[in-house]
């Protein structure tokens, strides 16, 4: 990826992930320091901001368990994998969040996150599985992570939102925290999947082409290639 793509692929992402999401209401929120080509998040840290609402950040505190802990101005160290994280013992339960930004590696048709394989997220979210009041789950990354392969296992952490430089995919029907126009158009294709024998992927705004992927529910598909 060219420094150009990547620069202006985050500020689509970032853009579009503002206008998505009601960051007025969400209170706890889930951020991450970005590792390698992981998509940067300064822009929705001032938009929280904005709103004097909390960040917490991923804390590896051994090698199985990860806590999220209050980015308060706290110093910063680097963790073995060289990834800044902060340094305090203000922690917050996963069950507390209001929206959590989780990066990934890839994702397949279901949503599932793929990570780098040491399972921090998938263990620490783990009592999220089956809860009716979770957090709103938000992947940032770029088109090409994402696959039309199946190959997520039980324990992989599942997106409500997967938001790329093309566009916005939605898995699981968590609309709390959305803004009021995209909740208007997850509400559009509720009542379209309550129609006899509608089946297929909902397209809102745009056309797939034979090589997008058809999986899930694509809500925009707002840009050409960066």
């Not at 039309?148 to 939605?170: A, C, P, Q, W």
Request: with cysteine.
């Amino acid at each position: 990826m060219s420094d150009s793509f990547i620069t202006d692929s985050n500020l689509i992402i970032q853009s579009q992930a503002i206008e998505s999401i009601d960051f007025k209401s969400i209170i706890n929120n889930l951020l991450y320091f970005p590792y390698r080509y992981e998509v940067s998040i300064e822009l929705i840290e001032k938009e929280i901001n904005k709103y004097s609402n909390n960040i917490y950040m991923p804390r590896i505190i051994s090698d199985k368990n990860m806590l999220f802990n209050l980015l308060d101005g706290s110093p910063l160290v680097k963790n073995k994998y060289g990834i800044n994280e902060i340094n305090n013992n203000k922690y917050l339960d996963p069950l507390s969040f209001d929206c959590m930004f989780i990066p990934f590696v890839g994702i397949d048709s279901n949503g599932q996150r793929l990570g780098y394989g040491g399972g921090y997220f998938d263990r620490s979210l783990e009592v999220l599985k089956g809860t009716k009041e979770r957090p709103l789950i938000v992947g940032l990354g770029y088109d090409y992570q994402v696959s039309k392969e199946v190959y997520g296992e039980k324990h992989d952490l599942k997106y409500d939102l997967v938001i790329t430089e093309r566009r916005v995919l939605s898995f699981i029907w968590n609309i709390k925290y959305l803004s009021l126009p995209m909740t208007k158009y997850l509400k559009l294709i509720f009542l379209i999947l309550a129609l006899p024998l509608r089946a297929e992927p909902i397209l809102l705004d745009g056309e797939l082409s034979e090589s997008d992927w058809e999986s899930g529910f694509v809500i925009t598909d707002y840009y050409e290639t960066v």
